[in-house]
């Protein structure tokens, strides 16, 4: 694996103003083997083996930038930064006795081995990116699938442990900065819309938490009866949609003087703050997002502050250091890296 | 008038990092006149016109650098912005016509004439600077003194309108800035000892006023039975006691990383707002003010804040502007001229 290779969160893609990134995840699971919430530590180990020599052994070139991660090998902090970096699901951190991540080398693609499947593969682009990511994955499960006999039906498609992933087995789905529209108040009639779509938004870390910073996940909710493609379609164009309108109520917004001073001081704290809480962070980003993307703000790119961000969240930050920090040491490193960034 | 003359409020003074300034007022009535209060319009102008010969034509180089200004034609913005520097009373301000002031070109000594008494001539020296201050008023005393007959009795000392001002007729005052004594509540108890003392201490914009930005005047209360000199002695020494205990206080506050990120966030927002009422630029500029005389920020000088202290005052600005500003111009005017000074 190698160590220089840009991680895909310090890039920016399509729609980068409103769009952070684009997550496309695959459940898969293996034929003659237990589902891992009933599967004992032998065949686990097994179905692990089998994976991985798919991967590694698929003939393909992208099978070598592959590393295989045991979780039982890393520390608390480690774990915890992985589930920041939406690398792994906070369940899978949770009991990291046996269980192996293959992760790419830029961090884009990541297989979960025997979390609540045999198999969850995941692809993240930065940006609005669902047919490229979607593509990859695609790819990815062509390559195993010719190694792995994968559990399906002619009826239900892809066999999943919940039944909610039954048939293409597929989640996708969309990070978007909402701020606007969550300022406006437009949001909230505009969430039931999107729900009675089929489509699911929430906010940033995953299910049942609320929005913070006005990062939403918008993901499709069904995966019986339709297929991928269509799947990738509909929530493209709602997201297209979204995208719209949130350009259309920033661009009103920051005609506000009040609003566009708003912005200006979030840069002016963070420039200058010698403590900043994570839940503060949050906020502040949020508004200097919206400043510079709506152009109010020069001399600061999206590239950098979505690679600010990445930076500094609490467990990824105890990863960097190296060391145990209390809670004021991180706000006031958390305080420096900005600064560093930022320029003060 | 040289309008090439530094005021004497761009300057710094001794202990500038806690005495803003130092104001030395005298109150003189001439022989043979009744009070303002009861005078007709004639004897006012007679008043004046004795008042301003005693300036112009006592034979002092000084003399000739006063201007004579008419306060009934100044514009109503004019004298607000005469009033927020101290040059003239609120009182004085309102009732501006046949009322006259003499304005030295550095502004640092002013004369109104007829206010509550025919005359009060006030010195204004940056920073710590009692005697210094007290000897040029000493020596304007003297020189007009040889031109007009001021009222006076052997037993009372000088005669005022007011007989709160009986006996030296001398006011002399500091404007301290404590925002440590104030934040670590220690200026409550410093307020009676110094009431106990017979001086005053009070808010920034004369009697009644609460304070504001941490900046308290602090005066003698006594004219009667006691000399000028002794007046000056024992405000100097209470100053410098105060001068102390607030650099301590300053110290154990600034150890405080919290204390710190306080004062780095206020330059930061004063750096980037693009809008700044009046109330929230005094509370910005005591953090940042505390800040820069701790030594804490540097690359800001206090002569830049005092300069940016007078020039961002509302009249005072809107006088500059040459036009009429709603209070949200203001406001984004405000933010502006900050900006420039301050740097982004």
């Avoid at 991967?55 to 774990?79: P, Q, T, Y």
């Avoid at 995953?206 to 297929?227: H, K, M, P």
């Avoid at 400043?291 to 990863?319: F, N, R, W």
């Amino acid at each position: 694996m190698s160590t220089a290779a840009k991680k895909w969160y310090q890039l920016n893609g399509t729609d980068a103003d409103v769009v952070l990134s684009t997550r496309v995840r695959l459940a898969r699971n293996l034929s003659g083997y237990p589902f891992p919430c009933v599967m004992n530590d032998e065949q686990r180990a097994k179905v692990n083996a089998l994976v991985r020599d798919a991967v590694e052994n698929g003939g393909s070139v992208i099978g070598s930038r592959f590393a295989c991660i045991d979780l039982s090998e890393k520390s608390r902090e480690e774990l915890v930064s992985l589930v920041e970096r939406h690398l792994i699901s906070p369940e899978f951190a949770g009991k990291p006795a046996g269980r192996m991540l293959m992760l790419l080398d830029d961090e884009s693609v990541s297989l979960m081995l025997c979390e609540e499947d045999h198999l969850r593969l995941q692809v993240l682009e930065p940006g609005l990116a669902l047919d490229k990511a979607y593509d990859m994955a695609d790819k990815l499960d062509t390559l195993l699938s010719e190694r792995l006999n994968f559990a399906a039906s002619e009826k239900l498609g892809y066999l999943t442990a919940c039944p909610t992933n039954l048939g293409t087995a597929m989640r996708a789905s969309v990070m978007v900065h909402l701020p606007a529209l969550e300022r406006t108040g437009a949001l909230r009639s505009l969430s039931s819309s999107i729900a009675k779509l089929g489509l699911t938004i929430r906010g940033m870390y995953g299910e049942g938490s609320g929005s913070r910073g006005a990062v939403y996940q918008i993901s499709n909710q069904e995966t019986l009866g339709v297929t991928e493609k269509s799947t990738i379609e509909k929530l493209s164009g709602i997201i297209s949609q979204l995208i719209k309108l949130e350009r259309d109520a920033r661009e009103k917004l920051m005609a506000n003087p009040a609003e566009q001073d708003r912005v200006w001081r979030a840069l002016g704290v963070l420039r200058t703050a010698r403590m900043i809480s994570s839940e503060e962070f949050i906020e502040l980003y949020s508004q200097l997002r919206l400043g510079v993307a709506s152009g109010q703000i020069k001399g600061v790119t999206l590239d950098a502050l979505s690679e600010l961000s990445a930076k500094v969240q609490p467990a990824t930050m105890l990863v960097d250091a190296g060391t145990a920090l209390t809670p004021a040491q991180r706000d006031a490193r958390r305080a420096e890296m900005i600064r560093a960034m930022l320029g003060e």
